[in-house]
Nanobody
Framework: QVQLVESGGGLVQAGGSLRLSCAASGTIFSINDMAWYRQDQTKRRAFVATITSGGTTNYADSVKGRFTISRDNAENTVYLQMNSLKPEDTAVYYC???????????????WGQGTLVTVSS
């Protein structure tokens, strides 16, 4: 099994910052892409940012210039630094990772349980 555990969510005022963390554990051989998604009150899960094992990043237009995704490959952890937060960033943030296990079935694509970010105006 491969598990993802997110942390770092909370309540922050508009203009403030938060840093989310997501640690992967279990029967991991390698992790390819790690990503953050968010789900707001509409229940639509939207892409936020992704980072490859080589460090290539991609962001949703709505967060470019404000959010930064990074990862620590040695610790199997991905981070999301969120600055200049807006009320519309309020959502449950989910971590996603895919890669290979040490056991069969080799391929995995898993989600974390989510962490709530609330931005007050």
């Amino acid at each position: 099994q491969v598990q993802l555990v997110e942390s770092g969510g909370g309540l922050v005022q508009a203009g403030g910052s938060l840093r989310l963390s997501c640690a992967a554990s279990g029967t991991i051989f390698s992790i390819n892409d790690m990503a953050w998604y968010r789900q707001d009150q509409t229940k639509r899960r939207a892409f936020v940012a992704t980072i490859t094992s080589g460090g290539t990043t991609n962001y949703a237009d709505s967060v470019k210039g404000r959010f930064t995704i990074s990862r620590d490959n040695a610790e199997n952890t991905v981070y999301l630094q969120m600055n200049s937060l807006k009320p519309e960033d309020t959502a449950v943030y989910y971590c996603n990772a895919n890669g290979l296990r040490t056991i069969q079935p080799r391929y995995f694509d898993v989600w974390g349980q989510g962490t709530l970010v609330t931005v007050s105006s």
